[in-house]
């Protein structure tokens, strides 16, 4: 993903120079930083993020590093796009959001690249223009082709469904009040799991997880309204007929599937660092605390098969009016 990000970085968002890759294995930064021209490439983060020639850092790395390396680089003055999820525990998020609280300003976005999807844009517009009448019900699909080895059922929740907590939050402008996880039992390395939300304002939301499903990557979405309902759709470049069929191809990851997402907010967070506008859109510090709040009680429903309260603390004043921007 950190590859994918220097590529846009450094080919789609004009107003970014790609000063340096960093990456723990030096040959692959190497070979990166080679072909996208890097100024310099590094394999120390605290170093790179330290730099005086760099004003941004785009965080993609393991997930357990994500707040320490969000929190150093604010620290050096930086701005932050950091990939999803802001850390695994609502305890490291805090320490994120206690240190930007001290700096007074936020300069810290989460990488919930989903908000600048345009299907979801289309069924956020639906909703808010009342053409659906009042929002219901979210339906979710998330399916991978294949999970890595070391993935697990807790992972599922904590590091693929809050794409979901985050977009199905985003679309209803409503916070969760309570989660229901469930592992389907398999042989599988990581069978699917299934989770149930509810929201302060009695809507539903389920969410299958299937990091195994074999055939594709395919993320599905229906928001289903008092009057009428909203699909989303992938998009759908070429079908290919022949010997009697006619076939439309699944991408092999959320890569290809999001490029357009990826790009739009990728531009979104260096322009606004730019002008000092920043787009409504752009997840907050306080909107990845939020989606790991919700994971961790997912964790804990998925251990004990109970539904779980999702707890929803105060937004402290500096995020108010990203609140309401964006929620
Ligand atoms: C991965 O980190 C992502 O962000 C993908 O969108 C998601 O589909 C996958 O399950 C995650 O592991």
């Not at 320490?95 to 976005?109: D, K, Q, S």
């Not at 699909?141 to 929740?157: C, D, K, L, S, Y």
């Amino acid at each position: 993903m950190g590859a994918d990000h220097a590529r846009i970085l450094a080919s789609d968002v004009p107003g970014a120079a790609l000063q340096v890759i960093c990456d723990a294995n030096v040959t692959r930064a190497r070979e990166l930083g080679d072909q996208l021209g890097a100024a310099h490439v590094l394999t120390d983060p605290l170093e790179a993020l330290s730099r005086a020639d760099v004003d941004a850092v785009l965080i993609a790395s393991p997930d357990s590093t994500h707040a320490e390396l969000t929190i150093a680089a604010m620290e050096a003055g930086k701005h932050v796009l950091c990939e999803k999820p802001l850390a695994p525990t609502s305890q490291e998020s805090l320490r994120v959001i206690e240190a930007e609280t001290r700096l007074g300003e936020r300069r810290v976005h989460v990488g919930f690249m989903r908000r600048f999807d345009p299907a979801y844009g289309a069924m956020k517009s639906a909703m808010e223009s009342g053409g659906v009448g009042d929002a219901l019900m979210m339906h979710n699909f998330h399916r991978n082709v294949t999970a890595p080895e070391w993935f697990t059922g807790e992972m599922a929740i904590s590091n693929s469904a809050p794409h979901e907590f985050d977009i199905c939050r985003f679309v209803l402008g409503s916070e969760y009040v309570s989660v229901l996880a469930v592992q389907m039992p398999s042989k599988n390395a990581i069978a699917p799991v299934f989770l149930v939300l509810k929201t302060a304002d009695g809507q539903m939301v389920n969410i299958e997880v299937n990091n195994n499903a074999a055939y594709g990557y395919d993320v599905r979405c229906e928001l289903v309204g008092s009057s009428g309902s909203v699909d989303l759709n992938a998009p759908v470049h070429a079908t290919y007929k022949a010997s009697l069929q006619a076939v439309q191809r699944f991408d092999p990851d959320w890569r290809p599937r999001f490029a357009d997402a990826y790009r739009l907010q990728n531009k979104a967070w260096i322009n606004g660092i730019a002008s000092g506008a920043t787009d409504p859109r752009l997840a907050t510090a306080w909107d990845g605390l939020c989606s790991t709040l919700v994971a961790e009680a997912g964790v804990v429903s998925l251990q004990t098969g109970t539904w779980q309260p999702v707890s929803s603390p105060d937004v402290p004043a500096l995020y108010q009016a990203a609140k309401s921007n964006s929620l």
